[in-house]
């Protein structure tokens, strides 16, 4: 072959290659160029390398520096494509140009847990009755969760098999009941008291008298504690409401009239409301409270009229004041009015469930 031809055979090729590495549509097709000129095994850059050889013996140093140019100028030209198509390739992937006029895509919302929401709503209610809202702390000492409440040591509510009583490094916890048999443990020692997560929402009753004088007239809304086995209607942690009112001549019927209006305003129509006589030792006398809506009863929590004890315990002179106090399970008015079976569900964090809400 002379070394003409072996020249304009080249020229050939690296024209040939760079219109097609050019018109190379995409990837694909421009994987396929590269094999067809610069592959290594049967490229056609590796064919006219064997032209290489029957140059004449003269020729073979100006033809390998020819060869060496062209494989450069295709190498070249193939890198360039391979940049164009980067950069161009992403363009088209990301789909059709960006179109102002499109309606929007609507972001999910979450809202608030359905107990938080009743919470809001029982707040209120409650403010419009001319209650406002306090709050006291969940670990509480016994003096506050029992013994200013009117229960004494030995009440089986002390029960540590009925409390979460919390360990503190030296010290056998719940030695209020009789049974732990360690009543010489001071547990009314105000520097160091017994401390539990507090069993009911009566705590803030005591504290908010501690602080001011009468009258009174509150709710406190929050979590209450007891090892119960989680069932259907029980779980080892709950939501009460409570409240308080305590000032002149506050009478069993201010107490009725002031649920009634609560559970009317909280499930809508005519709720009806049902005293069963029970005992709590800070109240006298004491209640269950019922409330009948939709043609069904449910127990809605403890009330009652405030013990005289529990004034005197805070400084009131209960010859001076009066008052009703009440507790009511959140949990319990919330599942009724929305017909949930199982309060577990509001403590599995299912979507499913508390988007219905
Ligand atoms: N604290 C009582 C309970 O948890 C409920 C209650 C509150 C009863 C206020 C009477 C007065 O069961």
Not at 125 to 142: C, K, N, Q, S, Y
Not at 186 to 193: E, L, R
């Amino acid at each position: 072959m002379s070394l003409a031809a072996f020249i304009s055979d080249l020229d050939a090729l690296a024209a040939e290659a760079a219109t097609k590495f050019a018109a190379a549509a995409d990837a694909a097709a421009l994987e396929a160029a590269r094999v067809e000129f610069l592959g290594a095994k049967s490229g056609r850059l590796k064919d006219a390398q064997k032209g290489l050889g029957t140059v004449g013996k003269d020729d073979k140093p100006a033809a390998g520096k020819k060869f060496n140019d062209v494989k450069a100028a295709i190498e070249a030209a193939f890198a360039e494509a391979q940049e164009r198509a980067g950069a161009g390739g992403a363009k088209v992937a990301a789909g059709p140009p960006f179109d102002p006029t499109q309606p929007g895509l609507r972001p999910r919302l979450g809202h608030l847990h359905p107990l938080t929401q009743t919470i809001e709503e029982l707040k209120d209610i409650m403010g419009r009755l001319g209650f406002t809202v306090a709050h006291g702390p969940e670990i509480e000492d016994e003096r506050h969760n029992f013994e200013a409440l009117n229960i004494p040591k030995a009440h089986p509510a002390r029960d540590p098999l009925e409390n979460f009583y919390l360990a503190v490094a030296g010290k056998v916890q719940g030695s209020g009941f009789g049974v732990q048999g360690s009543s010489s443990t001071s547990n009314t020692d105000p520097k160091n008291p017994e401390l539990l997560l507090r069993s009911q929402t009566s705590t803030v009753q005591i504290r908010v008298m501690e602080n001011q004088p009468p009258p009174v007239r509150i709710i406190s809304l929050g979590r209450v504690y007891r090892p119960d086995t989680a069932d259907a209607t029980h779980y080892p942690m709950f939501h009460q409401i409570e409240g308080l009112l305590i000032d002149k001549h506050v009478t069993m019927a201010d107490l009725k009239s002031t649920l009634r209006l609560f559970a009317g305003s909280y499930f809508g129509g005519e709720v009806h409301i049902r005293f069963r006589p029970s005992f709590f030792p800070f109240t006298e006398p004491s209640v269950e409270v019922d409330m009948q809506w939709n043609d069904r009863w449910i127990e809605m929590g403890g009330a009652g009229m405030v013990d005289p004890n529990v004034l005197r315990a805070v400084g009131y002179d209960p010859e001076e004041v009066s008052g009703f106090a009440f507790g009511l399970g959140v949990e319990r008015v919330c599942a009724r009015r929305h017909q949930v079976t199982d309060i577990r569900e509001f403590y599995r964090n299912d979507v499913r469930f508390l988007e219905q809400f």
